[in-house]
């Protein structure tokens, strides 16, 4: 009896990638990915450095102008749209793995942030946000006459 792995760390959307492939190997025939119900979320990176978070997400192929990042609170939320560059009318797809159209994403963010002070860019399909870290003061001792 063959013995089937299945990594369930990380995502549970590697969950899905692991079934499919295993049906893939297992039955020779791709399964078209392709999901109506959830869109899509870019993927990001979120590190902390002794100054900054620092913030990546994968977004390639979202128009700049479709796009929208609000700093509330302690959340983070980017909103947008990746078009499909495919031409109209019928299709048949064998693979499908590129999400398009819009998304909404929300993360809590695990430090205060200086809102005002985000620097954001744009390069080769990633969104790059440095969001400097609000200096927190030791607790103080204050003199009361």
Known sequence: MP????????????????VRRLMDELFQVSVPRI????GWMPEL?????????????????????SLSVVIDGSFLRMKGCRKCFLPKGNKR????????????RMIHLPVPVDSDSVDARYDNGLLIMRLPKVSVRES??????
Request: aromatic share 6%; net charge negative.
């Open 3 to 18: 013995i089937i792995k299945i990594n369930v760390g990380g995502r549970l959307g590697h969950v899905r990638d692991d």
């Open 93 to 104: 797809f064998y693979l499908m793995e590129i999400g398009q159209g819009e998304f909404e």
């Open 35 to 38: 999901n109506l119900t959830e």
């Open 140 to 145: 103080i001792r204050i003199h009361v006459d």
């Open 45 to 65: 990176n979120v590190c902390e450095t002794e100054d900054a978070l620092y913030v990546l997400a994968d977004m390639a192929g979202v128009d700049t102008d």
